[in-house]
C-alpha cells in the first residue's frame, strides 16, 4: 500500500507529492520567529527513500532519477521517508551555479551519465523532512522537521543538510559579497504545506549591478535595424572577454538612443578576444569597444551574466577606468 501524506487536511500519496514554495519578499523579516538558509542556485527535488531505493522527483513531479547517480545511494533513515532539498554543484569559482548542471539535466544514456558525474559531481543540499521512517511530519513545526533532520546520517549518499542562521540580515549581505542567489526566511513555526507558496517562506533573490563594454548589437527579429540586445563584455588582463546578452530593459525610447550612439561605431569583426557563441553573434552588428553600460545582474562570480537588465549608458566612464590595473588603484569602480 503507498504511503500517504495527510498535510492540508487530506491525504496525498507521496509519489504525487510537490515541494512547498517560497513567496517573493520585501524585505528580510526580524525577529526569533524567523530562521534563515542560503537559497542555492540548482535544481529543487524531493528524494524518496523506500525498501533501500533512492528516487528523485523535480518540483513538477517528474522522474529525475537517472541523471543523478552520485546521489542514490540511500542514508540509514528508514525506508518511506520523503525528503526536500536541491541539488547544486560548483563552478570553477566554487560557487553553486546552475548552469554547470544544465549539461546533466536531461542527460540519461547510463555512460554518458557516469561520465558527467565524474566531471561535474552533484550534492544534495537537504533542508526538510517530510517523513520519516513512515511517519508523517508535515504538520509538525519547522523547528521540528529540521531537529529530526539534523539527527539523520546523510554523508554516506552525498546529501548535506545545510546550516540554518538567526541573522537575517547579516545572511542576506554577506551572501551578496560571495556572489551566491540569495536567501529564504522561514518561519520556525511553519508547517509543511505540499505544493503550496507560502508566505510562511520568503526568497529574496540578489542583483549585482556592474559596468560592461558595448562590443555590438543585435537587431529586432524581422529587422535588420532596430537594436533588440546589446552583446556586452568585461575588461580583463586578456582583452575583453564575452560576459553575454543584454536585451531586458532596453524599451522604445532606449532602442533609438543606442542606435544613434552605436552606428557611427560599426566595425567590420568581434572586438572580443574570445568567441563569441552562434546563437548570439549571428545578424551581429559589431562595435568599436567605446562605450560603458550599466547591467543589473541575477548573482556573481559568472561566466556569463544571469538574467541581466540594461539599466543606462554611463558616459562618465571608459572602458580604460573598468581595467583591472585602474579598479585596484582606484579602490575599486563603483
Not at 533542508?127 to 508523517?136: E, I, K, N, P
Not at 548589437?217 to 546589446?230: H, I, K, M, Y
Not at 550612439?261 to 572580443?272: C, E, K, N
Amino acid at each position: 500500500m503507498p504511503a500517504r501524506c495527510a498535510a492540508a487536511g487530506h491525504d496525498v500519496g507521496v509519489s504525487d507529492l510537490l515541494p512547498m514554495l517560497a513567496t517573493p519578499g520585501t524585505h528580510v523579516p526580524p525577529g526569533e520567529e524567523w530562521c534563515h538558509e542560503v537559497k542555492w542556485d540548482g535544481v529543487r527535488a524531493l528524494a524518496t527513500i523506500t525498501a533501500g531505493e533512492v528516487a528523485l522527483r523535480s518540483r513538477n513531479g517528474n522522474s529525475i532519477t537517472p541523471a543523478w547517480p552520485e546521489l542514490t545511494t540511500p542514508p540509514p533513515v528508514g525506508s518511506d521517508t520523503v525528503v526536500d532539498g536541491e541539488i547544486i554543484a560548483l563552478n570553477e569559482r566554487g560557487v553553486p551555479d546552475f548552469r554547470v548542471l544544465m549539461d546533466r539535466m536531461h542527460v540519461r544514456k547510463a555512460a554518458t551519465v557516469a561520465r558527467l558525474a565524474r566531471r561535474v559531481p552533484a550534492t544534495f543540499m537537504v533542508f526538510d523532512v517530510l517523513r520519516l521512517a513512515g511517519t508523517d511530519l508535515c504538520d509538525l513545526p519547522l523547528t521540528e522537521r529540521r531537529r529530526r533532520l539534523a539527527d539523520l546520517d546523510l554523508a554516506g549518499s552525498g546529501w548535506q543538510v545545510p546550516v540554518e542562521y538567526d541573522d537575517g540580515p547579516m545572511l542576506f549581505d554577506a551572501t551578496r559579497a560571495q556572489g551566491l542567489e540569495g536567501i529564504v526566511s522561514k518561519r520556525r513555526d511553519s508547517p509543511y504545506r505540499p505544493g503550496v507558496r507560502s508566505p510562511h517562506w520568503l526568497k529574496f533573490a540578489h542583483r549585482h549591478r556592474g559596468s560592461y563594454v558595448v562590443g555590438g548589437w543585435r537587431p529586432q527579429t524581422g529587422t535588420s535595424d532596430r537594436l533588440a540586445a546589446l552583446l556586452v563584455g568585461e575588461v580583463t588582463g586578456e582583452g575583453l572577454r564575452y560576459r553575454g546578452r543584454v536585451g531586458s530593459g532596453i524599451g522604445a525610447k532606449q532602442t533609438r538612443l543606442l542606435t544613434e550612439l552605436l552606428a557611427p561605431l560599426h566595425r567590420g569583426a568581434s572586438p572580443f578576444a574570445d568567441e563569441v557563441p552562434r546563437i548570439d553573434a549571428t545578424g551581429c552588428t559589431w562595435v568599436e569597444p567605446v562605450v560603458v553600460v550599466d547591467v543589473d545582474t541575477h548573482g556573481s562570480g559568472y561566466e556569463r551574466l544571469r538574467q541581466p537588465s540594461f539599466q543606462g549608458v554611463r558616459s562618465d566612464l571608459s572602458p580604460d577606468d573598468l581595467a583591472p590595473d585602474a579598479a585596484a588603484a582606484d579602490g575599486g569602480a563603483d
